[in-house]
């Protein structure tokens, strides 16, 4: 392993969610034991077998972007203006004065998720290419009449690698650039990557992001033919019940997570403020399925951090809420740590935010750092044996300085980073 | 002592052929892979051409193509490239290796998403009094006629899961998505995860289509494609005066990069060392690259840094060279600025002119290319050369393949929203 005497912060945090849009409120939402999964409002969900999710009231990206720059959100899918809204949030928070920092750099590092077309913004040359009955789409007429109803910049909108790009653009970053496209892991390796890039002196700066909206009738109609949905329509505030017993299905939710990571002498000599520093970071794939690539990334992010496993205050885990997912999560912890810290999901009160989750889980646990409470999970009532581990229900607080952040995909992809409170 | 990491395995489908050998005998006899699109209608289109991969069948490629069955081509061409790159490594065998120190870092697409399905869909769930689709009429709709298997399918993390399934590679797995940059970009950070010490071996490279009606939809409306009416073979014209666009393809390069001493102690066959990468942003617009080519100097100049290699000691740039007014006078800016009076002694071509744009594969396809080019002694060349431009005014081996010894090539890929990746492989030796 190389070791370098570089050494990552995080410096600032930027979160949308639906439990609030900044990192202390979103924290005191979960300590309340708040949820943010509520019925769908905002168009007509009543044919979809699963009519809730974790949506974020009121969104409007022009709260967050600058007043030069808001002609560029009309190029922007929703998942791409809650990218950008995220960092400008993390660069506030961080209090950096961008005309000090040398661009080249600065980098941008995201985690992004496949992005569902606007259904209207094809509307018209859909209409205009079809007929008869059954309807039928002639592709003689979508080639030249189609196109020509079709704004010129459409394919832009909704291309995964825009949301890293966008951000480069309306900040000047030209450091290192990179959009991870791995499902729900997507965030954390975003975040693993960045303390590489860093590490190995690619940067001084770096914004580590996801962000994801799948709130949108193409994606929950998608959605709903292949991923393990709770249904449970008449109480969505506790249908997310990660480890618990009676866990059916997990939830969909939308948001932003975005951390400043910043080299530390380039922190210290700011005067910044400093969450927590980053210690270690592993990646795995868990191709038999039973957790043991869980274990894999937990192992290398430990090793990496050179902690003892009685210094992690909690496991911040992925706890989806999925009968499967949640038994080789919870295995695989179990096999890295025999002696398991707490485990807290986070899920359960804000529903899967696809590549935005694993940074949005983690600002909970930063925001821990900051106030000394640690959130409980919500919904977790009835314990699994299969699921051999300690899960905090209840808030409590902090009584140690490192926690382990485990993130993973279905598919078998899985990351992990230990973080330690900085003092 | 830094590790240094070698390319130990490789594997392609192009639409130049599905062998490396195949391929680059094509690509040095200036053949070309574009012609008319077989996929879809595509009469009506201002582009009508592209290069297709013919006759792909998976059977051919893999022991069990059913696993593979509800997979887009992205999936399907990754593991017919992927299963060519392990056999070339020797490390098809499971037992071959510690798989849980085996990546896989892909810069892979998405899945394609049924065009007609979709947008007759659309039209018939649009209410059009209310100039709004009927969300309602839409859901039912899709739940019935939408494929489940093929709908997870189109998911960006997919075929890097499918690979580390297939193949047991149990260490770090990423995909990257970064535009017409995504695979090398994916094999430059493979590259530093072995550095790094969190593997000892990755599986890495790129595959993507976007030959279907969204895909040539989207490009046509961005004005990015050729739309170019004579012969289609011709339509591909990187650095010529006259160019006007890039021509889609689409395929699949995949390459085994492993530490120099675990290759060694298992005798692995080196083709080449992997020996310089860098990555930045240009942060201007999503559209085009910076005028001035700031980001793709940086990066260039940057990636020869990391390599150790001196500037003189560059023999061949495989240029992204995508036939964009854009991209080309730019790429040749940056190179100039890089290399000074030196660029101009440097052979540059572009095999777009040959096999259009992979997109995401692109990258690594390129890069295979180049160590190609330096095991055989000879540079593809820039088909469709005809009228120079005077702002691109290098050695663009214009025609006609040459032999020319190197020992270290650079390789360029850029990509829409500003991505810049350059990567520098060079004859290994010890």
Known sequence: MVVSLRRAVITGVGSLTPLGNDGPSFHSALKDRKSGVSAITSFDVSTLPVRFAGCIPDFDAKNYVDKKDRKALRVMAKTIQLAVSGAQCAINDSKVDKEKLDRTRFGVIYGAGLIATELNELADAAIVSSSGDPIKVDLDIWGHKGLEVIQPLWMLKYLPNMLACQVSILHDAQGPNNSITQSDVASVLALGETFRLL?????DFFLAGGAESRINILSLTRNSLFEELSTDNENPQKACRPFDKNRNGMVIGEGAGVLAVEELEHAKNRGAKIYAEILGFGAAFDQKKDGSGVARAINAALKEAAIDVSDIDHVNAHGLGCKRSDRIEAQGIRSALPKTPDVLAVKSAIGNLGAAGGLVELIASLESFQTGIVPGTLNFENADPDCPVPVLSASRELRKNCVLKVSMGQTGQCGAVVIRRWM | MRRRIVVTGMGVITPLGSTIPEMFKNLVAGKSGIGPITRFNAKSFPTTFAAEVRDFDLAKHVKDPSQWKDCGVNSRFAAAAAQQALEDAGLLDHSKADRSRFGVYLGSGEGIQDFNNMISLIARTYDREKRSLDCAKFATEGLKFFHAGHEAEQELHTTPAHLAQYFCLEGPNFNCLTACAASSQAIGEALEIIRHGDADIMLTGGSHSMIHPFGVTGFNLLTALSTFKGDPQKSSK?????????????????????????????????????????????????????????????????????SGVRMEDIGYINAHGTSTQVNDRVESLAIKKVFGDLAYKIPVSSIKSMMGHLIAAAGAVELITCIEAMRTGILPPTMNYETPDPECDLDYIPNKAREHKTRNCLSNSFGFGGQNTSLVVSAFQN
């Open chain 1, 199 to 203: 590490c190995r002196d690619r940067g």
């Open chain 2, 238 to 306: 990187p650095f010529d005066l006259n160019r006007d666009g890039f021509v889609l393809g689409e395929g699949s390069g995949m390459l085994v990069i492993e530490e120099l001493e675990h290759a060694r102690k298992r005798g692995a066959k080196i083709h080449a060392e992997l020996t310089g990468y860098c990555s930045t942003a240009d942060a201007f617009r999503v559209t085009d690259s910076h005028p001035d080519g700031r980001g793709a100097i940086a990066c260039i100049a940057g990636a020869i840094k990391d």
